[in-house]
Nanobody, 120 residues
């Protein structure tokens, strides 16, 4: 069973929108912080957005602030990333990650990614 499965990627024109979703299973989703990362060809993976377990705090990379919104539904075990005003530089593989920090163990799950391509 794959703990995180992303969907919603695709090809979109500059200025367009996409909504990515990540479905979780096999662990207690509601106690994990969730985040979206992306990795473009030849570049390192970078944090795009993160949301804590209670949805009381969200953080964004400067490059996506005001354009992307992260949200979660703990009743459906899903986390989403609404991406608006997309730019060619947003083109990347997008990954969902679940993290829980305890003492002394860090629990972490990654999805397999969904491709986002922004091009005219």
């Amino acid at each position: 069973q794959v703990p995180l499965v992303e969907s919603g990627g695709g090809l979109v024109q500059p200025g367009g929108s996409l909504r990515l979703s990540c479905a979780a299973s096999g662990f207690t989703f509601s106690i994990y912080d969730m985040s979206w990362y992306r990795q473009a060809p030849g570049k390192e993976r970078e944090l795009v957005a993160a949301i804590n377990a209670a949805s009381s705090r969200a953080n964004y990379a400067d490059s996506v602030k005001g354009r992307f919104t992260i949200s979660r539904d703990n009743t459906k075990n899903t986390v989403s990333l609404q991406m608006n005003s997309l730019k060619p530089e947003d083109t990347a593989m997008y990954y969902c990650k679940a993290t829980r920090l305890t003492i002394p163990t860090k629990y972490e799950y990654w999805g397999q990614g969904t491709q986002v391509t922004v091009s005219s």
